[in-house]
């Protein structure tokens, strides 16, 4: 089975949802928002921030921690998909392979 194939499996397979490098992308864009926001939390410490805003920050970070666990999550299940899908597909071509030898 051709690359194209298979990666038109996947895609079928997954229904719409985004494959794991989008997954990864959106992740890796969140976790970079969340270094910015936990080094503006220790700047605003510092500088005697009020603890209301303080609060305000310290629960942006806890949700976009979570965020960032539900989007590894998601990755990993996709890339578990995708790497299932590529397995199966690689060994029914392999037994095929093998069929036709005989």
């Known amino acids: 089975m051709t690359q194209h194939n298979t990666e038109r499996i996947i895609e079928e397979f997954l229904g719409g949802n985004p494959r794991a490098t989008e997954w990864r992308a959106l992740r890796q864009a ?8 936990r080094r503006q939390r220790q700047r605003e410490a510092e500088d005697g921030a009020p603890e209301a805003r303080l609060a305000s920050l310290d629960a942006q970070i806890t949700a976009l921690d979570r965020q960032v666990a539900t989007l590894e999550t998601e990755e990993a299940v996709a890339q578990f998909v ?5 397995y199966t597909v690689a060994q029914s071509d392999l037994e095929a392979g093998l069929e036709e030898e005989e």
Do not use: N, P, T
């Open 30 to 37: 969140l976790e970079g928002r969340l270094i910015s926001l």
């Open 82 to 86: 995708e790497d299932s899908i590529k």
